[in-house]
Nanobody, 116 residues
Framework: QVQLVESGGGLVQAGGSLRLSCAASGSTGSIDRIGWYRQAPGKQRELVAGFSSRGTVNYADSVKGRFTISRDTIKITMYLQMNSLKPEDTAVYYC??????????WGQGTQVTVSS
């Protein structure tokens, strides 16, 4: 089992920045991929940024050039630096991990609200 805990959300004005953190614990050695998703009201959950199995990084087109994902080398903590935030970035942000056995783990989510 893997436990994921997000932190760092909050209220920020448009153009501002936030940094989200995701702390992983438990069977962290079983993690194959890890990333950030978000879900806005009335919308489906979408991938924001993530590390592939090979360690390459993928970003949603809507956040490229503004968001940066990073992690420590043993995958215990992951970060999402969000700059130039827009009102449309408002959502609950979730940390997600997938194990080598294709099990999905989710954090409880952290709210990000960007005011115009």
């Amino acid at each position: 089992q893997v436990q994921l805990v997000e932190s760092g959300g909050g209220l920020v004005q448009a153009g501002g920045s936030l940094r989200l953190s995701c702390a992983a614990s438990g069977s962290t050695g079983s993690i194959d991929r890890i990333g950030w998703y978000r879900q806005a009201p009335g919308k489906q959950r979408e991938l924001v940024a993530g590390f592939s199995s090979r360690g390459t990084v993928n970003y949603a087109d809507s956040v490229k050039g503004r968001f940066t994902i990073s992690r420590d080398t043993i995958k215990i903590t992951m970060y999402l630096q969000m700059n130039s935030l827009k009102p449309e970035d408002t959502a609950v942000y979730y940390c997600h991990a997938k194990s080598y056995w294709d099990e999905d783990y989710w954090g409880q989510g952290t709210q990000v609200t960007v005011s115009s």
